[in-house]
């Protein structure tokens, strides 16, 4: 990057750290280090709880998902805006009307000891998995610019946040993450211009979504019913639904982000904004992605988007293997332009047989270059077994470095840099919190004053911080990031859910009962996951259902027992 780049990327993050620090100021007990005092209007949640789920690896993984496979990912979120009204009528007003810090803490008041502990690990497990993952993504832009290595950049990224979530907690992430998100919304739009004024001038933005459209990446909506398709639209309203509803219902990553709601009206307000905006927003960073394939349809690509397996294969015996299928690659990539102009011709003489021409000769000529790709992977695997074969987390970071002018290239990473910091605080906060309330508090340490707690909860920020950037230094063996932390959550999510709607609506089932559905379902979910029984969407629909029938059995049996004793 140049200078003009790292002024942006500098000032625009040195702002916003301080500006979050500056806003928490005061903060003097735990009520106002893990829910803000509860005092924040209904936008300042909505914007909080989309940027919660907008990480870093949204806008890194997203643009490279649409690159890669097009628009079907969107159907992921389908079941949202339904999950957001269930919150809304259930969910919300209980967790407000018992006062609570943590979602779990209802669940011992409903059951008992042991299911609140088991939820509250469940969650702290699957939680810190996923925070490490975030941090991972923006340390491979640091690591891809500087060209050093990401272990590096892992840790300087993770002490970054660590150090002002344990100076300001809830009240610093939420400050930050409405600034973030507002800056973030303006460089996605200024992401999308460029990419369309940077192809060619006969070549216009309906021009590209036709080419796109005709290489089969503007699928948005697959009706097809499969339990082994990872994106359709039942596995996207269905399975997305449960996930989404356990997401936002039982994660205290995003729990805590509405608790912090000055009212019930506001904390409704604040997900209903969430549910209305999250979809075409997520539409339009699939987009990007898909306007990027296009872009690469007139400019050569790299053979690999990864400059540091790249370079790896490059100072290896297979050095001159590589550069063969480089120039291949390049060959391929110009039968394919030209065929590409064909098609941009078709199009605009509107005539039909030739685009069907056109289509299956550009078609054919993109299978030939992922044949010369495949072979670049494999070739990369002869020379480490344990290199990262899959390039889509960097794509769009390349785009963005190598094509775009200066200033708004520093911009744009910066707003990947935010995103990272916004849902990486925000999941370090709810560690916390849930460690110190649902563990210390309860367990070890009953009866200590308020600044006592809000030591106790700094600390607990700062070892979760620690084993995050652990989890990171491992995350590059995950593929696709955005695809990992959602299946990750999917392990986890749909036994939890089953868990907090046994205790909201079937109010005959004991506490010992719900436990033990719910020590089977996991057992069973990880089963399925570790067999590939299924998508991993259905996942939360499967432990779900399994911890409320499971739960229903074991009571049934054990009422049968007490009455024949």
């Known amino acids: 990057m140049s200078l003009i780049d790292w002024l942006v990327l500098i000032v625009t993050l040195s702002f916003i750290v301080l500006y979050g620090v500056w806003k928490s100021r005061g903060t003097k007990n735990i009520d106002g280090y893990l829910l803000a005092d509860r005092q924040l209007p209904w936008y300042h949640v909505g914007l909080s709880v989309m940027a919660t789920q907008a990480s870093a690896i949204t806008f890194l993984s997203a643009p490279g998902q649409g690159y890669s496979d097009g628009l079907r990912f969107v159907q992921f979120y389908f079941g949202l805006p339904l999950a957001m009204v269930v919150l809304c009528i259930t969910f919300i007003p209980i967790f407000h009307k018992l006062n609570v810090y943590t979602a779990y803490e209802y669940l011992e008041k409903r059951f008992d000891n042991k299911t ?27 690591s891809t610019i500087l060209n050093i290595d990401i272990i590096y950049t892992i840790i300087a990224n993770g002490l970054l946040v660590i150090t002002y979530t344990v100076y300001g907690g809830t009240k610093a992430v939420s400050y930050t993450q409405m600034l973030q998100m507002s800056i973030i919304f303006a460089g996605l739009f200024l992401a999308a211009y460029m990419v369309v004024h940077l192809l060619p001038d006969n070549v216009s933005f309906t021009d590209a979504l036709h080419i796109a459209g005709k290489m089969d990446r503007l699928n948005a909506i697959d009706t097809g019913f499969d339990l082994n398709n990872r994106y359709n639209i039942w ?65 050569q690509p790299p053979l690999f988007f990864n400059k540091v397996e790249v370079n790896q294969v490059k100072k290896s015996e297979y050095r001159d293997s590589y550069l063969s299928l480089e120039k291949k690659f390049t ?82 990473i910066a707003i990947i840099f935010l995103a990272a910091m ?51 230094l491992y995350a590059s063996k995950l593929g696709n990031l955005i695809e990992a932390v959602n299946i990750l959550g999917s392990l986890f999510y749909g036994t939890i859910l ?68």
């Open 116 to 142: 609140r502990t088991l939820t509250a690990s469940l969650f702290l497990l699957q939680r810190g998995l996923s925070t490490g993952i975030t941090i991972y993504a923006p340390a491979i832009i640091l």
């Open 235 to 299: 596995s996207g309203i269905i399975g997305g639904f449960f996930l989404q509803l356990s997401y936002f219902g039982t994660d205290q990553s995003q729990v805590g982000r509405y608790l912090t709601g000055k009212s019930i009206a506001q904390s409704r307000l604040g997900l209903v904004m969430n549910g209305l905006i999250k979809i075409p927003m997520q539409f339009f960073i699939l987009l990007i992605g898909v306007l990027v394939f296009t872009f690469y349809q007139f400019h």
């Open 331 to 412: 060959e391929a990539h110009q039968e394919k332009q030209a065929e590409v102009t064909k098609l941009v011709d078709a199009i605009h003489n509107e005539d039909e047989q030739a685009i069907d021409i056109a289509r299956t000769k550009v078609q054919a000529a993109n299978l030939k270059s992922n044949d010369i790709r495949k072979e670049a992977t494999k070739l990369m695997e002869k020379n480490d077994k344990k290199a990262d074969t899959n390039d889509t987390n960097f794509i769009f970071l390349i785009f963005v470095t190598e094509q775009l002018p200066v200033g708004i290239v520093g911009l744009l």
């Open 422 to 472: 916004g849902s990486t605080a925000s999941g370090l906060n709810s560690l916390a919190s849930t460690t110190v309330v649902d563990f210390y508090k309860r367990l070890f340490r009953k009866e200590k004053s308020d600044s006592g707690y809000l030591a106790a909860s700094r600390w607990c920020t700062v070892l979760w911080g620690v084993f995050c950037i652990v989890v990171a």
């Open 498 to 565: 089953g868990i907090f709607l046994v205790a909201f609506y079937m109010k005959s089932i004991s506490g010992t009962a719900v436990f033990y559905a719910a020590l089977v379902a996991e057992a069973f979910i990880v089963y399925a996951w570790v067999t590939n029984l299924t998508a991993f969407l259905w996942l939360n629909v499967i432990g779900c259902v399994l911890v409320m029938v499971i739960a229903m059995v074991i009571q049934y049996f054990h009422n049968r027992r007490a009455a024949v004793k």
